[in-house]
């Protein structure tokens, strides 16, 4: 059994990703590792001085915690009009949290119709092309945690139904199915095992491992990246070549493997955290009774997540759904401890996203 705490890892590390990285999507400039941590660490400090959430949650987290609700209610399979109707509720309740420019029309057209046809609005997007954004894979996450714990469900299948009620396009699906990963990805960290599952999901989309435009060329630049970057190298060089090479865009082939690339760079056994952030000291623990509770290791975990996390955003772009992503993928293989008292206290609805986790757990095992 996916222990608990692996699921609330993810969807809370996903969160905190999104409201992090929402502060920098698509600034002007690139900021540099410090220049984006020195803003965390002024986020997690926030909340002792007012009461509201210093850091809101934007679409990513709104749908993703959309695709939990619908799992939960229908006990833990993919239904698309459900999931439309949970996706379209979503966004009503709050239309600015910074959706895709195409997001907006594919929800009314479903609330139109009554969800009479799931898969409708979104396949007639740009000429019938459909969406190759990266919408469908910032919401991926809870589809990779259900799949991992119903060894019998079909997942891929399901991740492909739950995509294309918004993103019909075959970059957009293999994004989506990537970003779900293998039924073991969320405890994996080697690039190999991403590059298989890259060809997979580009041989179901219909995408070729020749082309440029595949997800496998893509990981196969991931792994490049690894190799020529060791844990030890110039952190703001490193993400200059990594913006440019992978891209930091919101389309999914520009944003996924980059997502990706975060995560393992930090799961890596060698990394190294920045000195910035192996020196912190977390705001709720500079009492030092409050200190000692916090084992090493929960210290190293909290600290390689911050790391990713930093990194991700500093790579520039959309930095909420990159952050958000490679959050999911670190935040369930390290598991609920990686995440910072402090940091959960800073972010909008960070106790709703931990018990939808719980739900979201109760009914992988119970179905
Ligand atoms: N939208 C934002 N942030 C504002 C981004 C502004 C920025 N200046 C920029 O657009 O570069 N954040 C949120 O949106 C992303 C998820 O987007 P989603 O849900 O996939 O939206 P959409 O509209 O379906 O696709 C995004 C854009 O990609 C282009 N595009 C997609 N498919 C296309 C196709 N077949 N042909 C041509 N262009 C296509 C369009 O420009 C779409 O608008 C996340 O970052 C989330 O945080
Ligand atoms: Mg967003
Ligand atoms: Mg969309
Ligand atoms: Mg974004």
């Excluded at 944003?255 to 056994?269: E, G, K, N």
């Excluded at 009774?289 to 909290?302: F, G, K, T, V």
């Excluded at 390689?304 to 520039?316: E, H, K, N, P, Y």
């Amino acid at each position: 059994m996916i222990p608990c705490a692996k699921f609330r890892g993810c969807l809370l590390a996903a969160l905190a990703g999104d409201c992090l990285g929402a502060q920098f999507e698509f600034s002007p400039r690139r900021s540099s590792f410090r220049t984006v941590w020195l803003a965390f660490d002024a986020n997690m400090r926030e909340r002792r001085r007012c009461r509201r959430w210093p850091l809101v949650y934007t679409d990513d987290t709104a749908l993703t915690r959309a695709v939990c609700e619908s799992l939960v209610d229908c006990r833990g399979r993919v239904e698309p009009a459900s999931l439309a109707r949970s996706l379209t509720d979503a966004y009503f309740k709050a239309t600015d949290r910074g959706y895709g420019a195409a997001a907006g029309g594919v929800f009314k057209d479903l609330r139109d119709a009554n969800f009479a046809d799931p898969f409708g609005p979104a396949a007639a997007l740009f000429e019938g092309r459909g969406s190759y954004g990266n919408g469908g894979a910032m919401r991926a996450a809870p589809l990779g945690l259900i799949g991992a714990a119903a060894a019998a469900a079909p997942n891929a299948e399901e991740v492909h139904l739950a995509t294309r009620v918004t993103h019909s396009n075959a970059l957009a699906l293999a994004g989506a199915r990537l970003m779900a990963g293998p039924c073991d990805w969320r405890c994996a960290s080697t690039a190999s095992t991403w590059t298989a599952e890259a060809a997979a999901a580009d041989t179901a989309c219909g995408l070729h491992e020749g082309e440029a435009s595949s997800y496998t060329s893509a990981m196969r630049q991931v792994k490049e990246f690894l190799g020529k970057h060791p844990a030890s190298s110039a952190v703001d060089e490193e993400a200059r070549a990594v913006a440019g090479a992978l891209g930091t865009e919101v389309t999914a082939l520009r944003s996924v493997p980059t997502a990706i690339y975060c995560a393992l760079r930090t799961l890596r056994p060698s990394h190294r955290v920045h000195p910035l952030i192996s020196e912190w000291q977390p705001p709720g623990n500079q009492n030092p009774s409050i200190d000692e509770a916090l084992s090493i290791e929960q210290r190293q975990q909290q600290q390689r997540l911050l790391d990713c996390l930093t990194f991700a955003v500093s790579l520039g772009g959309d930095t909420d759904t990159i952050a958000s992503m490679a959050g999911a993928i670190v935040g369930a293989a390290l598991g609920a401890d990686a995440l910072p008292a402090s940091l959960m206290l800073a972010c909008e609805a960070s106790d709703a996203v931990d018990s939808l986790a719980t739900r979201l757990h109760r009914v992988a095992y119970s179905s």
